[in-house]
């Protein structure tokens, strides 16, 4: 079953405003990764964050994790219309063994308007 | 590198045909994995290599699906027969061992399967 839930299903704003999604997740984790997919495309990698912390940046993405309430959030800032994608949350089991296997959420469509 | 290769992209079947969808995962990398993303499962994982060893296979759906990898560079993902339901899009996917804890997972294109 899938472990990560993102949360909205859909997010639509103005360019140039800030972008957030948000993960749920049920058990606990040794990483938590989030990936983007262009429409008809494969899925990149933009951020990961280990399980002991608990905010990482990349650019204009900002991720935080709360894994006492077994949660992470992707902000994107200024956003262009290129963020145009859908967003997903990918955790892994805590521990070694299992660690290379992700689970990925639903996603997240985000629709960045002109 | 060229990245991960899938083909093809494009398949059009008919049902009770066999499909053979193909993957060459980015060289030196030791992991391969299947996934299959359709808009009511979202992404799955189906089955995942370790050196051309197949490690995890629960998530193949059923026996008409069967995955090799014969050498480091390829690796096939085989339905036989083929239905209807089976349509959706076919990621493979490749990481190397990591130096950290990080499993970052390269997608290649895809290949949307559409069984009629």
């Known amino acids: 079953s899938q472990q990560g839930e993102e949360d909205p299903q859909a997010l639509s704003i103005q360019e140039g405003e800030n972008a957030t999604m948000n993960c749920s997740y049920k058990?606990?984790?040794?990483?938590l990764q989030w990936y983007r997919q262009n429409s008809g495309r494969g899925l990149v990698h933009l951020i990961l964050?280990?399980?002991?912390?608990r905010e990482k940046h990349s650019g204009r993405l900002r991720v935080t994790l709360d894994t006492s309430k077994k949660s992470s959030s992707l902000l994107i800032t200024a956003s262009r219309a290129a963020d145009t994608a859908s967003y997903f949350c990918?955790?892994?089991?805590?521990?070694?063994?299992?660690?290379?296997?992700?689970?990925f959420g639903q996603g997240t469509r985000l629709t960045i308007n002109p | 590198d060229a990245g991960v290769i899938q083909s093809p992209r494009h398949e059009v079947t008919e049902m009770g045909q066999e499909v053979t969808l193909r993957c060459k995962p980015i060289?030196?990398?030791?992991?391969l994995f299947w996934y299959r993303q359709t808009m009511m499962r979202g992404l799955e994982l189906l089955i995942y290599?370790?050196?051309?060893?197949?490690?995890?296979d629960s998530g193949m759906p059923e026996d008409r699906f069967s995955a090799k990898m014969p050498n480091a560079s390829f690796s096939t993902l085989k339905i036989q027969p083929s239905e209807p339901r089976d349509s959706a899009v076919y990621f493979c996917?490749?990481?190397?061992?990591?130096?950290?804890?990080?499993?970052?997972?390269?997608f290649g294109p895809g290949t949307r399967l559409t069984v009629t």
């Open positions: 996917a490749s990481s190397p061992v990591p130096k950290g804890p990080s499993y970052e997972q390269y």
């Open positions: 990918a955790t892994d089991k805590l521990g070694t063994e299992g660690a290379q296997k992700l689970v």
């Open positions: 290599f370790n050196n051309n060893v197949p490690i995890d």
């Open positions: 058990t606990s984790i040794n990483n």
């Open positions: 964050i280990r399980s002991n912390e």
């Open positions: 060289s030196g990398h030791d992991y």
